[in-house]
């Protein structure tokens, strides 16, 4: 009896004194301790507790303290209450819940994806890049030069007023050029040559494809740029210098 009282929301203290006071009917405190076999300051508290829920009352007679137990249907009571309750919070909760669901929305970093058309759109991404200190830069060995060469004289230019210590990966065919003039650079086998250039800076990864009209896309999300650091970093471990 005692567990089920429990899970009615009772301590087992408190269960012990209910059940003792219902089978003692009104009693002195004392008389309860014996009856549930708790000491006396554990049975106070409980006696306290199992008030304040509605469960006990007393009445004081010569001047001591005469404790009843309610009766059980108190419970349903009790639980209707909680029930009430429970509802209100559940109204509160909805009240409440689109503006957490808004603040949520707005804490949460997504990727921005944006696509660049053209030489002019190309132009862009490399400006972009000269805003970093440390760009990775692979693929596409000449590409740039090749579609580009009056901006990538530029771009070549500003790099080194820029102080920008950027590695690259390009195919051997480029070593001893100038486009690997300003950057820390490791080679590949000229079978690595290909349409596509990846740029990974800050948290962008630019990808470009040296089309007839070239298009390039710049995803900037963290995640996605630091695994493209680590790709990077793996291929430039293979690499020769």
């Known amino acids: 009896m005692e567990e089920k009282l429990r899970k009615l929301g009772l301590s087992q203290t408190e269960a012990r004194v209910y059940l003792a006071l219902l089978d003692l009917g009104t009693s002195l405190a004392g ?31 010569a001047n001591r303290k005469y404790f009843h137990a309610e009766t059980p249907l108190k419970f349903l009571a009790l639980l209707k209450e909680e029930e009430e309750q429970l509802k209100e919070k559940e109204k509160e909760v909805k009240n409440f819940l689109p503006f957490l669901l808004q603040k949520t929305k707005s804490s949460i970093e997504y990727p921005q994806a944006t696509i660049f058309r053209g030489k002019k759109g190309i132009k862009s991404i490399y400006e972009d890049v000269l805003r970093y200190k440390d760009p990775r830069i692979f693929g596409s060995s000449g590409k740039f030069k090749e579609n580009l060469d009056t901006f990538f004289s530029l771009f070549q230019k500003r790099v080194k007023e820029c102080h920008i210590k950027g590695r690259l990966i390009e195919a051997e065919k480029v070593r001893g050029t100038e486009i690997t003039k300003h950057f820390t650079t490791k080679y590949l086998p000229n ?21 007839s009209n070239p298009i390039g896309f710049v995803i900037e999300d963290k995640q996605t740029a630091n695994s493209f650091k680590v790709y990077f970093d793996f291929m430039w471990q293979q690499a020769k210098a």
């Open 191 to 211: 079978s690595y040559i290909t349409l596509i250039s990846t740029l990974v800076y800050g948290d962008k990864v630019a990808i470009i494809s040296w089309t």
């Open 31 to 61: 008389d309860i301790t014996k009856r549930a076999n708790v000491n006396r300051t554990n049975c106070y508290d409980a006696l306290q507790k199992l008030m304040t829920k509605g469960l006990v009352s007393f009445v004081v007679k």
